[in-house]
């Protein structure tokens, strides 16, 4: 089998993280609606989970022209000050920035930050009731409208687990890192891609 070099790697971002047949499973799933529940993936930090969310989530924006809400819970967390009220209007106005659209993709990337078990947060009673209101808020929505929802953490057992329960979340996809020199030729292809950036004078960032 002909090994990739990094300029065939260019073609192709779901192939540089090395989870193209991912990619393609999770569009499908995605594209028949989250009626059931949204998705998890899950994975180590280097695994790509926020790579993968970020390009997939733009190819539903751009290829089936969902609107595309992209929430970091780690960031959020300070805001909302471990203040379930702050919580409950934060995600009142994300569920109606959500509907106001046709069909929309939110994702909740890093949910372990904001629903951790019990167990690993300093007042389990806030994890709880997080997740409970997680889940009365949105399984409505996602049941009701055409809202595709995707979450991301480092392993299944650091949520809390009563997102399971509810069947918020109703499936999973288990990212693994890539290996050594998988990893190098993805250094060496965004290397090539700032190179070629820089030298068209293009400030554009990248995903």
């Known amino acids: 089998m002909k090994s990739k070099s990094s300029s065939d790697l260019l073609l192709s971002d779901s192939e540089i993280v090395g989870q193209d047949k991912l990619m393609h499973k999770l569009q499908r799933s995605l594209r028949r609606g989250c009626s059931n529940g949204g998705f998890l993936l899950y994975g180590a930090s280097g695994s790509g989970k926020t790579v993968i ?5 733009k190819s539903l924006e751009q290829s089936d022209g969902y609107y595309l809400k ?3 819970c780690e960031t959020i967390l300070n805001s909302i000050n471990d203040n379930l009220n702050n919580f409950k209007n934060l995600l009142d106005d994300i569920i109606k920035e959500i509907c106001w659209h046709a069909s929309s993709v939110l994702v909740l ?4 930050f904001l629903i951790p078990p019990p167990a690993e947060h300093g007042d389990s009673t806030i994890s709880n009731q997080f997740s409970e209101l ?3 808020k949105l399984i409505p929505v996602l049941k009701n409208r055409k809202i595709s929802l995707i979450v991301s953490a480092k392993s299944k057992e650091s949520l809390n687990n009563s997102i399971f329960v509810t069947h918020l979340i109703n ?3 288990n990212l ?9 030729l993805i250094i060496e292809s965004y290397l090539k891609i700032l190179e070629v950036k820089y030298n068209n004078g293009s400030n554009s960032e990248l995903i």
């Open 171 to 173: 499936d999973d996809f």
């Open 70 to 72: 992209f929430i970091n």
């Open 53 to 57: 969310l970020n390009k997939l989530a």
């Open 134 to 136: 997680l889940s009365n």
């Open 176 to 184: 693994k890192a890539p290996e050594k020199d998988v990893r190098k």
């Open 109 to 112: 990337d890093n949910l372990d």
